[in-house]
């Protein structure tokens, strides 16, 4: 029995996702793709991601757990994330992943003694802060010097020192990660441009590093999911084919999350009623921001649809949720097709940063996941 609310995921879509992203990459050489899992951790989601051969950058223990679990081989591992606790960087270390994206000199240090106590060599990329905004939501910028993440600019060429000299670590290249839901390619450009500036400086003292990894952030069309399904990813990988200089013999690692999962989930809703209320409507709805909190987090927005009517007896309501909580809200002034008790609404391009942060806040149920497979 299924029960709203629910997450459904389109596979034929989220197939041809991977599909396209390969196709981009076909044709550049050394490039590997990471899933950031982060985005969505359902299992028959991960297991189409395995199946299509990509890695997967991880930013906690539970995630390398979870994708463990999944199949997908510790070598195709990438573990970021600003603090990572002692148990974290010893299952990395046990299990062999690929690197370690390193953040800041007290973690290098831990992970070296840890290493070390094992009588192993932790593979590491150093997350250097580029200094590069991002067009998108403030709550999602990291690449700014203000923000938490990574180490500034000008330590790098100290770091990579610290690093030759600590036994437990190999330095193994630059990783750089600088938001989510970028959709000005100029963003990527000057990510671009300034890991160039980074290489010059690094040939100038002989350091080459093996792997560069760009991290993720290309993002979605929340506006119109129909009309674009599947994110521009010719254009994306374009402004790196054609501004990063590699170095011969250089890996360019990406980490997309939300550009491959983010169109192929919808989060479907029942509405328990229509209330009325001076000039407005409300559809209250069985789903709250336990179940899709992006709204609530960052304003950010959803198109959503009435799935059991889909006529065009147009009005507008304002989409709210059960929480006792007044940013409970789907979104105002939306154009629905006339809304009554029972009918079911989808909100769409739910896929990524959805079903992984539903919480049981009200002692809430968690929402489930299915895939079109399993829900014809
Ligand atoms: C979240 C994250 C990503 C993926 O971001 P998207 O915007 O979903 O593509 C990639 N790399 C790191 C280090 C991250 O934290």
Not at 12 to 31: F, G, N, W, Y
Not at 217 to 225: F, Q, R, S, T, W
Request: glycine share 10%; proline share 4%.
């Amino acid at each position: 029995m299924v029960t709203t609310p629910y997450y459904i995921y389109d596979t034929q879509l989220l197939r041809d996702t991977l599909e396209s992203i390969k196709r981009a990459v076909a044709e550049m050489p050394d490039t590997y793709v990471h899933y950031a899992v982060k985005a969505c951790t359902n299992p028959k989601v991960l297991q189409i991601i395995r199946e299509a051969g990509f890695g997967i950058d991880c930013v906690s223990g539970g995630e390398i757990m979870a994708v463990r679990q999944a199949g997908f081989e510790p070598k195709g591992i990438m573990f970021a994330g600003v603090g990572k606790a002692d148990w974290e960087i010893e299952l990395g270390i046990d299990e062999g992943i690929l690197c370690f994206a390193v953040e800041s000199i007290p973690e290098l240090e831990v992970i070296n003694e840890i290493a070390t106590s094992k009588g192993k060599i932790a593979d590491v990329c150093l997350r250097i802060n580029p200094n590069v905004g991002a067009h998108t939501h403030a709550n999602i910028v990291t690449g700014l010097s203000e923000n938490k993440f990574g180490i500034n600019m000008d330590d790098m060429m100290n770091v990579i020192s610290l690093c030759e000299q600590l036994p437990g670590i190999n330095f193994h290249g630059l990783h750089f990660h600088i938001g989510s839901q970028i959709l000005e390619m100029d963003d990527f450009k000057a990510l671009c441009r300034r890991i160039n500036e980074l290489q010059d400086k690094l040939d100038c003292a002989g350091i080459h590093p093996e792997i560069i990894d760009v991290g993720g952030g290309l993002g979605i069309d929340y506006e119109h999911p129909e009309q674009h399904p599947i994110p521009d990813f010719d254009s994306y990988f374009n402004v790196f084919k054609q501004t990063l200089k590699l170095r011969k013999g250089q890996k360019l690692h990406f980490e997309l999350g939300r550009a491959i999962v983010g169109q192929c989930g919808r989060l479907i809703t029942k509405v328990l009623y229509v209330k009325k209320s001076g000039a407005k409507q409300f559809a209250i709805v069985d789903a709250g921001f336990t179940d899709l909190i992006r709204p609530a987090l960052y304003g950010a927005r959803h198109k959503i649809v009435n799935i059991s009517n889909t006529g065009d007896d147009l009005e507008t309501y304002d989409v709210v949720g059960p929480i006792c909580e007044s940013s409970d809200v789907f979104d105002k002034d939306v154009r629905l097709s006339r809304t009554k008790r029972g009918d079911l609404l989808a909100i769409l391009s739910a896929g990524a940063y959805g079903e992984i942060m539903a919480s049981q806040y009200n002692c809430r149920r968690l929402p489930q996941g299915y895939t079109t497979d399993e829900l014809k």
